[in-house]
């Protein structure tokens, strides 16, 4: 069954809104970072990378967001135009700001991290004035980043897109894609997600996102199901709750769940998993399969991603991602 | 016809979040602040003046709010306590702050202005843990003041605060009450006074502050009806349009609507006309009261305080009201 | 003898930079300010406070500053100019900033606090650009005031007067005036103000002050000829000690030291002290008299404004200041 | 003749003040750098740059600064040490503040441009409690960096920094080193640098950066002999104006002037030009070598590093700074 319209008339599949910045990763991998001394610039920041995945698999896709006024910002603009992805709201932010880096460490597949800059940067002042009801009246959907509600101006820019989605019947996809910096405080995640969540069709977010979310109104009930409940009883359709190698478990209004499994891989690192199973599973609810499938498209997505050096540049094709499914489920 | 519900069996009437502050009222009036030398001290800020007034009419009242460590906060505290408001919920902030200010000036009776200090108040440093759910809980009402909204973490308290009435079934009356000071801009206004009238059950404002929170999300229409349609497609049962000396309109969900006349008064100043008509009206409304006798109360309340050189000081008792109704109406 | 020259040539006897702001005297005294309801307005702020004084005695006076663009900053500008100050470097700030006030709580003549206003304040908004070379080339001496150095752009402009002042042989005094609000942090105070000290010919000061500026330098000794010897190696002729109640002893470059006394006074408050002594001996020095007849001078005037209730207002003339000192020489 | 006499008693030659930071040069040169994918990660920011090549000298060296708490700042740390500098007062600062960057774009030898990361850096987070007195009085001379004075904290650490080493007879260098970034107005640059400039031994800038030091004080001459007397009138033996490619003339107090030529090279960039200079120019300053000496050093030093990729790398030895002059002195 479908749990939504996408408006076929419209000439946009796919819009993001939020973060795009740069990731720094070290080539000498499997080192403390202090060791390493070079390192290959990639375009990242989750929308981005998502947006870079659903292009990758065919779907007319744009952005709405602020870069900065400098080669990085540029390098941005170019490699989305590069990717067929429409920049006409990509706005070049005059004041000063940079562009966000994520410089990532690979000590080994399961030790990751990543040292970010994150202060003045020309993601976070997109402004109200800056989204376009045009544009997103004429997307059949678009994605929301938690984290481009971390501060204003863009938290305030990201709640009229919201408002506006729904205004005009452009399906609303909510990440929750929980970051610690730049938030000021716990509560303050809680309540602003909430506010997207309540007005979204579909979320996506890990158990402790979700937690998050119900914390500033009353105690936990650490339930997906009730989780799953609370937005129903607004405007969701989907909720999705992920953990990590464990797979994903879909909740749907009608009262059924599915639960969802991984493939395996030569894990390089784990950042990206959830970008490219996002992009992935987005694509599969646009062309209308069923959630299970949807599932199991992102799950490869993310088997593929998780064994390559970058993230954005590795999203895959829809023909790489159907091999990865067909080897494991002949091999069955 | 009754527009919704208030539980009887709870033990508070009535309370009010947001602004705690003092008013400086020049003595010497009919002339430029300039010119005066003294000033007298009250209790002041709009829904510290509504509680005031709901309280003079004998309501259980409560307040939320923060004030400043040190001799105007416990002027504050001390003062809504000798009225008789519950204070538990008024925090004393150590954080450094202190109580917002209006030095008023009243040049004539129609010339009225007022010098505001609004750096580094109390009454913003609100934060969404002081918003207690047991204490919402048990009220019956809850009135919410837009001003509240205009910075962190004041703003994601008041957010918060919505959001736990909404749960408990604790009636919200939204006052938009605009001030430029304070606010970073236009859209933000717009943007977060939507947010709380979506979820609210009775919302106040001029036709001014109604067309801010609609400039984000399309032209203007700049009409009263569509206003109140707007927000009764959510929470709202009464809309009402405060048109100054020109008395108010209610709108009701019903499809109805109320036009409200005005008093004449021995105009002294117009500050409090708003706030004494808000206390009166809300008084009417929780007495289950049809909404034209609601509109007469409040209209008769400001009359009298318009009158007075003070705001708080000067909310009537309903003996005082009803005189001012009967002496009016007898000499019909 | 003379310990420098003032050059009779210039039309400017004294000037002052930094704070004017406006005190609120609680009408009510001996009691807390919880408790009291009226406030008179009065000019305030220590260099304001000297710069009357000053004028008051007859010397030709100006003012450096800023000033709100409201009604206190214009009760500010109109009272320095009836007062026969010069304000025409006296701006009128645009940014939006408000006037520092001081709420002045007198309980009993030994207990007086002060209950202050100092955030986004016009006075800290001073820029160096304000700050005319021909102004300060114009004057026989500049009265620097510490508190002038707690935040910039403020103390940028007082580092550059300073400068511009020996440039051109305008005798520096400087008063430490130490408040901890705004400064960020204690060593913040001594750096700052020692480098106004290195280059001032007389600087004033509490025994905790001067603490205050040799603390990052080292051990303190707490001893008042080894404090006036570290600021005689720089410019400093004369080095005043203000022990309050107890008097002052005055330090000369060549080795000797005056202690001045108080006289007998029917204390309402404390505040303006320092302010009246100040203001009566740069009289003094600038007739030329010898070091003992400043300091008399300047006690006889402090004794005169702590019996009143104001600071500014209360400022006596010589004849005033005279008549104390013949009052209470002639019954020894 | 010696200018100026180095402790020889102390243990520590040389001690540097402010900026550590790193670069990130793009490997593919000659190309804009939204072209470029790869940076090579250098250690950088001129203090930190002149320390490492006055330890690669031969100097026993040391370090205040602060540094980041994350692999940059380790990294930054590490580097030193195995360089033989002393890191005892390099501390981590525990705020959250990162690491300042400097990616480099090298579009021909002479077209390169800087994207700096500057907010938030810990650098600038240096404290006047961080300076030790017992640091500076065991070192023959310290090096003060003008950028370190952009900001507070670090402003005040250096302005203690100064008046410390002038209390114990450690000589000052002074390297105006502006950069227009993080200061908030010209004029602040020029008050802040003259307060360093009064009190410093030797300065080094080019003809523009004395100028910023001029401009508050009267209208500028643009004459270096004016300019050295300036500071001849305070603490100053030897001022030295750079001028790029063209050299520079060093002018001392006792009326005699230098004019420093340049050496041929292959240049790759600019950058690390001025360091390397004022490094092998202290160097020789410190040898007690004569003036045109220490010039020639400091040219033959720039010749090397503006030939390789790197500034802090590329440091030379004596023996390789030698080698230069003697090919281009015996070609003669």
Redesign the interface.
Known sequence: MSYFTFDESRPMDFIAIGRLCID?NA?EIHR???E??????YVGGSPANITIAVAKLGKKSGFIGRVSD???G??IT?YLQERGIDTSCVITDKSGT?TG?A?T?IKSPTECSI?M?R??VADLKL???DVS?EYIKNAKAIMISGTALAA??SR?AV??AV??AR?NGTVVFFDIDYRPYTW??R??VG??C??VAEKSDVILGGREEFDLLEE???PLQNDDQATADRWFAHHAQIVLVKRGGDGSTAFTKDGQSFKGTTFPANVVKTFGAGDSFAGAFIYGLMNGWDIARCQQFGAASASIVVSSHSCSDAMPSAEEIQAVIDKHTTTV
């Open positions: 720094l080539n403390p970072m202090e390493t001394r070079t390192f290959t610039k400098d080669q990085h540029r390098f170019n940079v880096l410089f460490e040292l800059y202060d003045n402004e109200p004035a009801e204003s101006p305030e709640l009229k408002d506006l205004k000021k405080s509560e303050e309540i602003y909430s506010l500033p109104y009353g």
